[in-house]
C-alpha cells in the first residue's frame, strides 16, 4: 500500500523543573524514512515544543506527511475527565491543563499545585485524591497531594493500555522511580498548543482518527512506549537518546514494510467497551495489544523474526546469495535488488528487460527533477516521496474526471485516458504497473509526437495485454530508456520499487 508517513519524529519527554540535558532530559530523533536525519537534546519542553513544531511546519510546506510520537500518557481511565471538567471527553482535558499549566522557559512548573488542587476539588468526594507522589522534602507544601499511593482511585488506577503495555506506569503517579505523571500532565498542555497551531492538519491518534479509519491529516500525533519496542545502546550512548534513535528509525522501516497501519489499528481482542472508552477519553499507546511486538515466551504461538532491520538484513542476504548481481551494473544491481525484494521471486531476473544505462538515465532524470508520471494511485503510493528530490512531480490522473470523459468518448479504458492527460513527456519518468492498455496508449502517444520519457517502467500485471504491450516496449522504445518484466507477472510493488531504488541511491 505503500508508507503512509515521510517523516517520523520520536519525543522522549521530561518533566524536570530546571533546564536539564543528558539522562532523563527531552530527546528528540528525526528520521525521513531514508535515513536518521538528526537527534537533538532539548534542555528545556518550551524549547523542544518550538522545534517541534517547526518540523511539523517544514513538514506541510514541504506537502509531507509526519508522525510524531510522545512518551506520555494522552488521557485519564475512563470516567475522570468528567469529574476533572465536567465534560466526559479528551479534548476537555486537554483544553483545561493547557489553561491552567504553567510552563516557564526555565522548566519551572506548577504541576504539583495543580494536581493538589485537583485532588480537593474535582476529587473532593474521596477520602485521599488520585494524584499523588511528591518529592520527601516538600512534604506540607501541597494540600491535598500526598507524598504515598492512595488506597483507592475514583475509577480505576490504570487505563486499559497501561494493561495492555505491562511495565507501563500509573498516570496517577508524580514522583518517584518511573514517573509519568507529571510528564503527562504538561505534555497534554503542550500537545493542546500545538493541536490548535495545526488546526485541521493535525490528527490525534486514536482520538481522532479512530485508529485506522481516518489518517488522512498530514500530521498524526501519536503515543509511544518505548519498551515495546528493542532498543540497542551504542557505546557510551544515554538511553534515552538510543529510544528515539532506534524508534525513530524502526517506526520509518515498520512503515515501509507496511506495517506501521496494523500497530495503529484496533486491537482484534478489543471490545467494544473498551474501545469507546479509548476513543474518547483514555487515548491508546502504538503497538499495545499486538502480540507481533511482544518479546518470544513459552506461550507464542509461531517462533518468528520480529526486528525490522533483520528481516531486512536477512532479506536482502538472500536475495545477494541467490541472485548473481555481478551481471549488472551496480545501479541497475540496485534496482534489481529491490524488485526481487517486492514480488519475493528470485526467478523474475529470467524475465527481466531494459535498455543500457537505463538505471543511470533514470538517475539523470531525479536528479534533474522529473515529472514521475503513474498510471494508477497505488504505483504513486508506493513510491517514496522523502527519497525523491524536493521538485520532482509524482503524477496520477486516472482519477481525474476529464480521463473518465474521455475513456467513454473514445471507447478505450479509463487508464489509457490517463495518459491523454500527461502533459511534459520529455525527460520524463513513466511508470506503469497495473494497465497494459496505458503502456500501449502511451507508446502510441510517443509516435504522436507528444515527447520522448527518459525512462519507462513498464510492467504491467494481467492475462490480456500485459505480454503483449511490454514485448512491444521491449522491441521499440522509441528513443526512451526502458525497464520492463517479460510475461504475466508485474504489479505496482514492483513497479514503484524500481523507482524507489533509483531515488535510494541519490542519497
Known sequence: MGALFDNYLIVDWSAANAPKTGKDSIWIALSDGADLQWIKNSPTRNEAMELIARVCRETLNNGKRVFAGFDFAFGYPVGSALKLTGDAGWKAVWSMLERRIVDCDDNRNNSYE??????????????????????????????????????????????????????????????????????????????????????????????????????????????????????????????????????????????????????????????????DAVLTEEGWIVGAGHRRLQPSSSEDTFDYQRDPAEIYTQSFATIENEVNLSAYSPPMAR??????????????????????????????????????????????????????????????????????????????????????????????????????????????????????????VGIPVGFVGAVESKQALAENPRGSRYFTVHGRRGGSAMASSVVNALSGQLR
Open 114 to 275: 495543580l494536581a493538589a488542587v485537583m485532588n480537593r476539588t474535582a476529587f473532593s468526594d474521596l477520602p485521599e485524591g488520585p494524584f499523588w507522589g511528591h518529592p520527601h522534602q516538600h512534604t506540607g507544601r501541597y494540600p491535598g497531594l500526598q507524598p504515598t499511593k492512595p488506597t483507592s482511585f475514583p475509577t480505576r488506577e490504570f487505563r486499559h493500555a497501561e494493561r495492555a503495555a505491562k511495565g507501563a506506569k500509573s498516570v496517577w503517579q508524580l514522583a518517584y522511580n518511573g514517573t509519568v505523571g507529571r510528564q503527562a500532565m504538561m505534555g497534554m498542555a503542550h500537545l493542546e498548543r500545538l493541536r490548535a497551531e495545526f488546526d485541521g492538519a493535525a490528527g490525534v491518534w486514536p482520538f481522532q482518527t479512530c485508529f485506522t479509519e481516518d489518517l488522512s491529516k498530514p500530521i498524526c500525533i501519536a503515543e509511544i512506549y518505548p519498551s515495546l519496542f528493542p532498543v540497542t545502546e551504542q557505546p557510551g550512548e544515554v538511553r534515552d537518546a538510543a529510544q528515539v534513535r532506534t524508534l525513530a528509525t524502526q517506526f520509518a522501516e515498520l512503515d515501509a514494510a507496511d506495517l506501521l497501519r496494523p500497530l495503529l489499528s484496533r486491537p482484534a481482542d478489543m471490545g467494544d467497551e473498551e474501545a
Open 335 to 456: 534496482v534489481v535488488t529491490r524488485l526481487v525484494h517486492a514480488c519475493g521471486m528470485t526467478d523474475i531476473v529470467d524475465d527481466l528487460a531494459f535498455s543500457d544505462g537505463a538505471a543511470e538515465d533514470g538517475l539523470v532524470a531525479l536528479q534533474s527533477n522529473c515529472n514521475i508520471y503513474c498510471d494508477v494511485e497505488m504505483v504513486k503510493a508506493g513510491i517514496i516521496t522523502s527519497a525523491l528530490p524536493a521538485d520532482c512531480s509524482l503524477v496520477c490522473t486516472l482519477n481525474d474526471p476529464r480521463a473518465a470523459e474521455l475513456g467513454k468518448r473514445t471507447l478505450t479504458t479509463r487508464s489509457a485516458a490517463a495518459v491523454e492527460l500527461w502533459d511534459d513527456l520529455d525527460g520524463a519518468i513513466c511508470v506503469i504497473g497495473n494497465a497494459p492498455t496505458a503502456l500501449f496508449r502511451l507508446l502510441e502517444r510517443i509516435d504522436e509526437g507528444a515527447g520522448v520519457p527518459a525512462l519507462i
